[in-house]
Nanobody, 124 residues
Framework: QVQLVESGGGSAQAGGSMRLSCAAS????????MGWFRQAPGKEREGVAV????????YYADSVKGRFTISQDNAKNTLYLQMSSLKPEDTAMYYC?????????????????WGRGTQVTVSS
C-alpha cells in the first residue's frame, strides 16, 4: 500500500509561485502513475497534472498548462507540483494521488491512493 503526505501549501498573491511536495511511503512497483488533483469549495474534484514513473510522461489540465509543472524524484519517493502565475481560481485543496499502471490510459481516472490534501489560497 502507498501512503502519501502532501506539504507546501499556503497563501500567495495572484501572479506568485508555490511548490507542493508529496512524500510517498514507497513505490511498490514501477509503472506507477502519480498525480495532483484539486477541489475548490462547492466544486467537484478535478485532475491537475499526472506523471508516469517509468518514462516521466506528463499530462496537464488545460487550465494549468504552461503555468504548472509536475515532476518526481524517484530516489526520494517524492512528487512535486511547481505552480507559477497563480490565479485566484487556483484556490483549492490540493491532493496527491497514485495508482498502478501507465498514465496514458485515462490520465485522471481510477486513482486509488490519496493523501489528505494541502490548502492553496491565492488572493487577488
Amino acid at each position: 500500500q502507498v501512503q502519501l503526505v502532501e506539504s507546501g501549501g499556503g497563501s500567495a498573491q495572484a501572479g506568485g509561485s508555490m511548490r507542493l511536495s508529496c512524500a510517498a511511503s514507497r513505490y511498490a512497483y514501477t509503472s506507477v502513475c502519480m498525480g495532483w488533483f484539486r477541489q475548490a469549495p462547492g466544486k467537484e474534484r478535478e485532475g491537475v497534472a499526472v506523471i508516469d514513473s517509468d518514462d516521466f510522461s506528463t499530462y496537464y489540465a488545460d487550465s494549468v498548462k504552461g503555468r504548472f509543472t509536475i515532476s518526481q524524484d524517484n530516489a526520494k519517493n517524492t512528487l512535486y507540483l511547481q505552480m507559477s502565475s497563480l490565479k485566484p481560481e487556483d484556490t483549492a485543496m490540493y491532493y496527491c494521488a497514485a495508482r498502478y499502471g501507465f498514465c496514458y490510459t485515462a490520465p485522471f481516472r481510477s486513482f486509488n491512493y490519496w493523501g489528505r490534501g494541502t490548502q492553496v489560497t491565492v488572493s487577488s
